[in-house]
């Protein structure tokens, strides 16, 4: 079992290199960590707290979004750049590999399961970025 700091440094670093990949600006690389790491954070103790897999990753989507939100408009950047670099933690990669290996091992009832498990973290992720948008549409209209 890894512990929470190896956790948080392995989630810095891909967020950051995920950046890097998708040629985030080289002043936004640690804030795009920053964000994947604290997202990842909160759904490791969501997840050692016994909170279900799905309402943890929901979470912890609309924690990145709204981080991603406050770093760009500290940063000055679109908030697009901290949202794709700050969720690659979060996703479910691994669940969609074993969901089409056991598919290709015959082994349907492991497939079906994890395939299912993997399509519920994601549609998490995109429930999570979509409600944080609307809150905070939501509040910028109450202030006008």
Excluded: H
Excluded at 50 to 56: E, H, K, L, R
């Amino acid at each position: 079992m890894t512990t929470l700091f190896e956790q948080l440094a392995t989630s810095f670093v891909a967020s950051a290199a995920f950046g890097l990949i998708f040629n985030v600006p080289k002043r936004g690389l640690v804030q795009c960590g920053i964000v994947g790491m604290l997202g990842w954070a909160l759904y490791v103790v969501l997840t050692q707290q016994a909170v279900n897999a799905t309402i943890s990753t929901l979470i912890a989507a609309g924690c990145v979004a709204v981080l991603s939100q406050i770093m760009a408009k500290l940063y000055r950047m679109p908030i697009i750049v901290f949202n794709v670099s700050g969720i690659i933690p979060l996703v479910p990669g691994g669940l969609a590999y074993n969901a089409m290996r056991s598919a290709v091992e015959n082994e349907f009832d492991a497939a079906l399961q994890s395939g299912m498990q993997a399509f519920m973290l994601s549609g998490a992720i995109a429930m999570g970025l979509v409600l944080s948008e609307v809150i905070n549409q939501a509040i910028r209209r109450s202030r006008l």
